[in-house]
């Protein structure tokens, strides 16, 4: 072997040597875990279901056709530019869902987008805004899906196009991506602001859909809310900054009233993912959802696509 061929070999020997050390599941737990987590509180399921309904986790976790809308068996399909998803089972089915976890193993998931075997979850489970919930917050959120009735099935797997069928690459993406942490309120706002900043960045996970993202998947920070590509079908998810091509016109009871009953000011009613959106929202009290209002109110404005009707 001549010499630039040994130096190839070296240095692919390397890089493989360090993309094996970087997406080790263990390592990733040391870079992202909170294993130190000790409960401050008595977990509180009456919190948790209302975290439950602003988390939007029946959109994606109830089966397809179950009459009860807290049928946890997953299985709906969820399309994506990398393939089709089928989101678990996290009834409280002890076998087929997350009924044998531990607190800690579920806070991890959706804080830190690590299983409890340490593999890293895609994304497409929203836990990069769900990780700017409080610990707390996320151990009542479990207590209150334990109350919930176990079910037992077990979805088909994700179809996915390679090279996003290897899942231990999903590590890199959270090396790359995964950021913040939980939203502590900020002294100089409201409280109201603040409760609709926690709820509209961290659980409610509303830039997950109305942001554009880059070619890897991840949102791109400074278009955050100024509308995203619309994964069902054509046209555009709209512009929720107060830019006018976004929500300049309406006022913050516009905004908290189509979260409750899903109008628009000009009665148009929202369809599509945005429906199921306000079936959860419509679950949560008037004053969470002017919190939220208030919040997006006042983002700085960013220009987006327009769209057409
Ligand atoms: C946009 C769709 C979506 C929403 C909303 C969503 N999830 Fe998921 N969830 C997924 C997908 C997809 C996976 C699988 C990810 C993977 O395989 O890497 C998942 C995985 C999980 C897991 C891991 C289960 C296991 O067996 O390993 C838990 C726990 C979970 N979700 C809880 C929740 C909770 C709690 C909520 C609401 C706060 C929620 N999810 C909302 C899509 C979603
Ligand atoms: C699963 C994707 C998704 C999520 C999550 C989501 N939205 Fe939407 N949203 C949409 C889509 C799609 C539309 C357009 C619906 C239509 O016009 O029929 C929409 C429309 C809206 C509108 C109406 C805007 C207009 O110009 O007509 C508002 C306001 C809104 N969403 C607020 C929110 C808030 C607040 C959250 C978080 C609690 C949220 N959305 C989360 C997909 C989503």
Redesign the pocket.
């Known amino acids: 072997m001549n010499l630039p061929a040994r130096l190839l070999l070296v240095v692919g020997i390397f890089v493989l040597a360090a993309g094996y050390w970087l997406t080790d599941f263990d390592a990733h737990f040391a870079f992202f875990g909170d294993g130190r987590w000790k409960p401050t509180r008595v977990a509180d399921a009456v919190n948790g279901k209302v975290?439950?309904a602003a988390?939007?986790?029946i959109?994606?976790?109830t089966t397809p056709g179950s009459e009860d809308r807290v049928h946890l068996g997953g299985g709906k399909p969820?399309k994506t530019p990398f393939g089709t998803?089928y989101?678990?089972?996290?009834s409280s089915d002890p076998q087929d869902g997350?009924g044998r976890w531990t607190e800690t193993q579920?806070i991890r998931?959706?804080r830190d987008g690590t299983?409890p075997d340490g593999k890293p979850?895609?994304p497409?489970?929203?836990y990069t805004s769900?990780r700017h919930m409080s610990p707390d917050d996320a151990a009542d959120?479990f207590s209150y899906?334990l109350t919930l009735p176990p079910v037992s099935e077990k979805p088909r797997a994700?179809e996915l196009a390679f090279p996003f069928s290897i899942r231990r690459g999903v590590v890199l993406w959270q090396l790359a991506f995964l950021e913040g942490t939980v939203i502590e309120p900020a002294g100089n706002q409201s409280e109201s602001w603040n409760r609709g900043r926690y709820l509209v960045e961290g659980?409610g996970?509303c830039a997950e859909c109305h942001s554009p993202r880059n070619i890897a998947g991840a949102i791109i920070d400074e278009k955050r809310f100024s509308g995203g590509p619309n994964l069902e079908g054509k046209g555009i998810v709209p512009n929720l900054t107060p830019d006018k091509t976004g929500l300049a016109t309406w006022s913050e009871a516009d905004i908290a009233n189509l979260l409750k009953d899903g109008f628009t000011p000009d009665f148009d009613s929202v369809g599509g993912s945005m429906a199921e959106v306000v079936r959860n929202t419509a679950e949560l009290n008037d004053t969470d959802r002017m919190a939220m209002a208030i919040y997006l109110k006042s983002l700085p404005p960013i220009s987006g696509q327009i769209r057409s009707k």
């Open positions: 975290l439950f988390g939007g986790c959109s994606c976790h969820l998803f989101p678990p089972n996290i997350i579920f998931a959706v299983g979850y895609y497409a489970f929203p769900y959120l899906i994700h659980i996970h």
